[in-house]
Every structure is written in structure tokens, then in C-alpha cells.
């Protein structure tokens, strides 16, 4: 039973360029949820997707956006990069409602140059 | 604002030794605290969670002490071994069980346990 998975595993970036992470989520599960991890800090929630749909969203500019394909699986695409962005960006999946808790993959680590 | 205040920042325990982080909150609408693990390279992956309706929660090594009229949670790793040397962060969230998202996280402790 394969977890949530993200791809790619590291990037690396230019200032003002834009970036597609891809995740996939746990089997089963319906929503995905996407997190920035700076360097030494806990993740902060960027935003939800569940059926397809933006659910929830956090403290992030819309440069900062995402979709969620039917099959569940979701990319996030930052535009206007800039050395800010660089972090861990996480992705967790949930089936939502379950109270059941959410996974995370391992992240893809992104760096702007 | 942080709403999610963890601490210590850094903690290092001999082997056998009792680890001890600990976490305050503010929202009071928090209703779900998890506790995460992570290892250099690797995804936050759940420790143990609990509910406000509850004090303690025990899952062998690993105990969550909560206090709701302090806004106060921590964890406890009794035994601690080398191999639970990570970086733990604690999380709170609104949604009774953290299936529905926006997980708000503290900056985390990382914890070293030596030979």
C-alpha cells in the first residue's frame, strides 16, 4: 500500500520563474492538503483541495496556487519565485471527515537560486 | 501571531533517559493535538494525538499529558534511545482529528539521545 508520494525530490530554481510540485495521495484517501517547511521551522498549511475544489487556504499570496485531478492526485504551482520560497513543500493526504489522521509524503525540496 | 508555542528548542537526553517537550496554545477552538516526528530527509509522520476530553494518552514509549484550562500539552518519551533521535514537533488543529486540514504547527524541538 504505497503512502502519499511527491515529486521531484529536489529542484532547483531561478528568481521569477514558476514551479509544478505533483503529489499522490495514500490509496483511499480524497484530500490533499499542501504545507511550507522553511529550514528549521514546523510547517505552515498553504492550502486543501478536496473534490477538486480549493477548501481551505492559509496566510499565503495567490502566487501560490493548486489544483486536484479526479483521480485525487494534486500539484501546487508557485509563480514569481523568489529566495523566500525556498523550503520543504509537503503534501498530506486524509479522507476527509474520517477523523482519521492526515499523512505526509516526503517532500520536495525546493530551492531558488 | 503563533498560535503554537514549543519548547525547548533543543534537548539532548542520555540513553534510558526520560524526554520532555512541551506546548502551549492559544485558540481555545483547538480540538485535536497531535504530536509528529521527523528525521532528517523524511515527512512528518504521527507520533501519537490527542483529544481535549482526555489527560493522558499512553502508546508504549510515548505519553501525551494534556492540561485544557492551562492551554498546555507535552510529550513524554520514557526509555529514550539513540534511534529517537529527530526533530518532534507538536500541531494543533479545529477539526477533531486532523483529517480536514490546516494543521498549525510549532517550530519544533530537536531532540538528541546519546549513547
Known amino acids: 500500500d504505497a503512502g502519499v508520494t511527491q515529486s521531484p525530490t529536489h529542484l532547483i530554481k531561478t528568481r521569477g520563474q514558476q514551479v509544478t510540485l505533483r503529489c499522490s495521495p495514500k490509496?483511499?484517501?480524497?484530500?490533499v492538503s499542501w504545507y511550507q517547511q522553511a529550514l528549521g521551522q514546523g510547517p505552515q498549511f498553504i492550502f486543501q483541495?478536496?473534490?477538486?475544489?480549493?477548501?481551505q487556504r492559509g496566510n499565503f499570496p495567490d502566487r501560490f496556487s493548486g489544483h486536484q485531478f479526479p483521480n485525487y492526485s494534486s500539484e501546487l504551482n508557485v509563480n514569481a519565485l523568489w529566495l523566500g520560497d525556498s523550503a520543504l513543500y509537503l503534501c498530506?493526504?486524509?479522507?476527509?471527515?474520517?477523523?482519521?489522521?492526515?499523512?505526509f509524503g516526503d517532500g520536495t525540496r525546493l530551492s531558488i537560486l | 501571531q503563533q498560535q503554537v508555542k514549543q519548547s525547548p528548542q533543543s534537548l539532548i537526553v542520555q540513553k534510558g533517559g526520560i524526554s520532555i517537550i512541551n506546548c502551549a496554545y492559544e485558540?481555545?477552538?483547538?480540538?485535536?493535538f497531535p504530536w509528529y516526528q521527523q528525521f532528517p530527509g523524511k515527512g512528518p509522520a504521527l507520533l501519537i494525538a490527542?483529544?481535549?476530553?482526555?489527560s493522558e494518552k499512553k502508546e508504549g514509549r510515548f505519553t501525551i499529558s494534556f492540561n485544557k484550562s492551562a492551554k498546555q500539552f507535552s510529550l513524554h518519551i520514557m526509555d529514550s534511545q539513540p534511534g529517537d533521535s529527530a526533530t518532534y514537533f507538536c500541531?494543533?488543529?479545529?477539526?477533531?482529528?486532523?483529517?480536514?486540514?490546516?494543521?498549525?504547527f510549532g517550530k519544533g524541538t530537536k531532540l538528541s539521545v546519546k549513547p
Open positions: 498530506a493526504s486524509s479522507s476527509l471527515g474520517s477523523n482519521q489522521p492526515q499523512h
Open positions: 490509496s483511499g484517501h480524497d484530500t
Open positions: 483541495y478536496y473534490e477538486e475544489e480549493e477548501r
Open positions: 485558540n481555545t477552538a483547538f480540538d485535536y
Open positions: 490527542i483529544r481535549p476530553d482526555v
Open positions: 500541531a494543533a488543529s479545529k477539526d477533531y482529528g486532523g483529517s480536514q486540514g490546516n494543521l498549525i
